[in-house]
């Protein structure tokens, strides 16, 4: 099996289930490796229904660390960092300190839309996609250019419930993202989360992973797992997937550290 890189807490207040039983799934499937990638803190409560409180940070680092050990899978500490205007600041301030394995980039927010949230699902009614997408890119150029993130977490996020530009304006609208993300040595998370939702695909899409391997940025897989059954689920199909745009390798982390690895024949 693959690394499973993208794993959520009950701290988040909307995941369920200990630690440990993420990491007894992770040993009964074959997962050699997982990383806790929570939502990180807000210091100024954006979005604080969706998140841990800065207040409970140790506790989430004393749970990961309470789990790891000689046990496979081996068990890394990381946090899903998510940019939103106004968070520069904080996160160039926050982050260094904190010694994480891995971090993870996302944006869920357009100007204060949530625009992957169910509840929030009407106002892609009232919108223009292809203007909604570009702002939601623009966010993504700018998180990666702070410089801060190992990687960018369900790339193609909008196209959750359905709604997607042409094929050749999503080309020209993440060509420029991809090469900021190339250039600032970032790595892109192949989320299988996509599976379970209302557009049953993977993050990214075929178009966008084939734009990515043009430009040599390194992929890693994920779950998005909120429940300690979705823990490597899908994996088979995101190993096609890369193996069909050509990759041939992935990385793993530690420390913050990349190195490349083969990409399994078949899992």
Known sequence: MLPD???????????????????DVARKRGIPEICFTDHMPSADGYDAPHRMEMSQVQSYRSMIIDIQGDSVPDVLLGIE?????????????????????????SVH???GWGFDNPSERHIW???NVT?????????IERLANLRLFDAISHFDLPKKFGHRPSDNNLKEM?????????????????????????????????????????RGIPICFGSDAHRPDEVGND????????????????????????KLTPLPETL
Not at 131 to 139: H, N
Not at 185 to 210: A, F, K, Q, W
């Open 5 to 23: 890189y993208h794993i959520h807490t009950k701290l988040c207040k909307h995941a369920e289930g200990d630690v440990s039983d993420y990491k």
């Open 174 to 214: 993440a060509k420029p993202v991809l090469d900021c993300i190339a250039k600032n040595d970032m790595g892109l998370e192949l989320n299988t989360s996509g599976l379970r939702r209302p557009v049953s695909e993977i993050y990214p899409s075929h178009l966008i992973l084939s734009l990515a391997f043009e």
């Open 81 to 105: 960092a998510d940019f939103y205007e106004g968070c520069e600041v904080f996160l160039r301030q926050w982050l260094p300190l904190q010694n994480f394995d891995y971090v993870l980039g």
């Open 125 to 127: 009614d009232s919108v």
């Open 235 to 258: 994996f088979d199909q995101a190993l096609k997937l890369a193996c069909e745009t050509g990759y041939t390798h992935y990385f793993r982390i530690s420390q913050r550290k990349k």
């Open 131 to 139: 203007a909604t997408w570009q702002a939601y890119f623009d966010l």
């Open 109 to 111: 927010y357009i100007q």
